[in-house]
């Protein structure tokens, strides 16, 4: 290998640079040694022997220093013997492709399956020898990347879609192997890749729906004020009220959005600190009380006396608290009550924000976190909802390894809980 060749004038330079190295550690101890047999042959009247001796130690000195250097440089190279084609060539071909981990089928030249890789049998079922490749896929795409291998020309590589047991999608690529016509299909499963698009595309559209209603109605306000209602000062008036209205739920609408888009750039909770939930939950609750009152409701504290710490983004756990007390505020009002309560468990501290209204049918449950899910579109835009708010409460529990739990059933209102890590000190 060109790296082990010392004859090169390269490997040399290498070499020479390593006994500089060597010797510049071993300075300080080299000098002191080669000080003391200069000292010491002095002494004793043998100047030529203490020169020998020098040259003697220099000697072993710089051969020394080369290993030296080779191990601090290169640790694992000396531990590891030096890999070879050899090495490679008692690996099997089956090894190899069970090793890739995505489908890989290898056909011969007349397009029969010689082998197929367990990913490619998970996903398209077993492959027995003999079996022809055009019979088992027969989308059109497939059937021409199949035909042009068949023909061994080089075609691009394809989408491809897989409906049961469950949908997926992958790209496929051919490319001929070995020389005689055989051919290796491989898979990439893009199936995550376009959930998460769909999720993109599908936030998307409803943000641009969210802000175009709004955005329609003042728009027919402005043409109605510019024309019919020009000279009606009772119509501009109430006109005027509605639009400030519908401005105000874009504004809701874009700082529930800002809210998201700054979690999600940063995955982790910055600016931790040590902070007492009881406490947080006390200044919400203040910053809140009038409209708790205003929504004809009563609050009920049952905090710890102790401090409950956590470590935590203060202001996004008041965030997480204003959430969940102002639904219990929209949705629950007709229950008249409002529990909050906090307990501790082992590592755990759960807060439950609890109200006596309508609640919450039972299928609805496991998607109340799913961005714009509401239970009703008019009864939360009446309310002055987003459509975010507990997609914005899981959001920021999950960046401080904690979650929510929401229990309900029609007629007996909704408890929100949220479970937080204590702090690690105050674990009991
Ligand atoms: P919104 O801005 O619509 O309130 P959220 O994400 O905060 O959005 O809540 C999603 C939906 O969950 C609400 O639209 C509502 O249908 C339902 N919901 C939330 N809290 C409660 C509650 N305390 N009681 C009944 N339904 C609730």
């Not at 290169?74 to 069970?98: F, H, I, W, Y």
């Not at 595309?201 to 004020?225: M, V, W, Y």
């Not at 959005?257 to 009881?278: C, I, Y």
Request: hydrophobic share 45%; net charge positive; charged share 20%.
């Amino acid at each position: 290998m060109v790296s082990d060749n010392s004859a090169s004038p390269s490997s040399a330079r290498r070499l020479a640079a390593r006994w500089r190295a060597g010797l510049m550690r071993n300075a300080a101890v080299l000098t002191a040694a080669l000080g003391a047999i200069l000292l010491l042959a002095l002494l004793a009247g043998r100047p030529l022997l203490g020169i020998g001796l020098i040259v003697a130690v220099l000697t072993v000195a710089f051969a020394g220093s080369r290993p030296a250097a080779t191990r601090r440089t290169a640790p694992p190279a000396q531990k590891l013997p030096a890999p070879s084609s050899a090495d490679a060539g008692r690996l099997s071909a089956a090894e190899l492709s069970e090793a890739i981990g995505d489908p890989l089928i290898l056909c011969n030249a007349l397009g029969v399956v010689m082998s197929a890789n367990r990913a490619a049998s998970a996903a398209f079922g077993q492959f027995m020898p003999g079996d022809l490749i055009a019979l088992r896929f027969r989308s059109p795409e497939m059937q021409a990347l199949i035909d042009s291998a068949l023909r061994g020309a080089p075609s691009a590589a394809i989408e491809h879609a897989e409906r049961v047991p469950i949908e997926r999608s992958f790209k496929v690529g051919a490319t001929m192997v070995g020389g005689d016509g055989r051919f290796a299909l491989f898979f990439r499963d893009q199936s995550e890749t376009r959930r998460i698009d769909r999720m993109r595309a599908d936030f998307i559209a409803n943000a641009s729906h969210e802000l175009r209603t709004p955005l329609a109605s003042i728009s027919g306000f402005i043409e109605t004020l510019a024309g019919p209602a020009k000279n009606d000062p009772q119509a501009r008036e109430r006109f005027l009220a509605i639009m400030q209205n519908q401005t105000g739920r874009m504004a809701r609408l874009i700082d529930d959005l800002l809210s998201l888009s700054r979690l999600e750039m940063k995955p982790l909770a910055g600016a931790e600190s040590r902070v007492d939930l009881g406490d947080l939950a006390r200044q919400v609750t203040v910053s809140l009380s009038q409209m708790i009152r205003e929504n004809g409701m009563v609050l009920a504290l049952d905090l710890k006396d102790a401090p409950v710490p956590i470590v935590a983004n203060p202001d996004e756990i008041v965030q997480v608290l204003e959430n969940l007390i102002e639904n219990a505020c929209k949705y629950g009002q007709s229950g008249k009550r409002l529990d909050i309560s906090l307990s501790t468990e082992r590592d755990e501290a759960s807060l439950t924000v609890r109200d006596h209204g309508p609640g919450i049918p039972t299928e609805h449950i496991p998607r109340l976190t799913e961005r714009f899910y509401r239970v009703d579109v008019e009864t939360s835009r009446a309310q002055k909802g987003t459509g975010l708010g507990l997609a914005i409460v899981k959001h920021i529990l999950s960046r401080h390894q904690g979650r929510l739990t929401i229990r309900s059933a029609p007629g007996e209102g909704a408890s929100f809980t949220i479970h937080l890590p204590l702090a690690e000190d105050s674990q009991t």
